[in-house]
């Protein structure tokens, strides 16, 4: 079972040091104390996942939390929390079964189950839709802001540094679908933006791509693996 936690706090840097003590250490001094089977909780800032082998283990964690929580002050952003059924062995159930598997969002990434090429169910992660977006739109602003105010090769190498952080941070196992998207969107609001720099056009695509293989931008490079048994 999966509990996603998202709670209702003034700043992330406050969320760090007040959570420390409200939920880290509570969560390892108490609750890991009465569960019968494994349980573990990651947390960045004021997002959180709670996973717990056994399902009457979570349920009884969903119960006590709001009351944990509401004696600092805190509660919980209901339409942001969430229990699920994500284990493995559920995960197989659904296969043979044709139904389709709940996924869950943490941290820009959709966390969801697959199959290995091998077959077997495995655990897989992707840009989620609403960071897919949000970079696009962000990479949109900025391109129609600094189009004028900073000359091409300026301007190339600037994008290319955005590109290569975005590839960084998301150039995980199962993502290189995501991250070739990203790219290509990219391309194409870069060529936008620069024929919109003057009255005359600067670039048709053949153009574009031959300045591009002169000026090579960051492209996705070899991604990381999260599967440590790899």
Known sequence: MVLGVHFT????VIANVFLDTVLDQWFVTVVTQHCRGYCALIRYADDSIAVFECED?????????????AKFGLR????????????????WQSFKAGEHLPSFDFLGFTHYW???RNGKARLKRKTSKK???????????????ERNARKLPELWQALGR????????????????????FERAVHRLLLKWLNRR???????????????ARY??????RLVSLHPTW
């Open 216 to 221: 090579p931008l960051a492209k996705p490079g």
């Open 57 to 69: 283990d979570a349920q009884r964690f969903m119960q006590v939390l709001p009351k944990r929580l």
């Open 198 to 212: 003057s009255q005359r056009r600067s670039f048709t695509w053949e153009s574009f791509l031959r300045y591009q």
């Open 9 to 12: 706090i003034v700043s992330p």
């Open 131 to 145: 960071r897919f977006r949000r970079a696009l739109v962000s990479i949109n602003q900025w391109l129609r802001q």
């Open 162 to 181: 955005k590109l290569r952080g975005h590839f960084n941070y998301f150039g995980v196992t199962d993502n290189s679908r995501a991250l070739y998207c």
């Open 114 to 116: 697959g199959r290995s």
């Open 76 to 91: 919980l952003n209901q339409e942001k929390t969430q229990l699920l059924a994500f284990g493995k062995r559920r995960a």
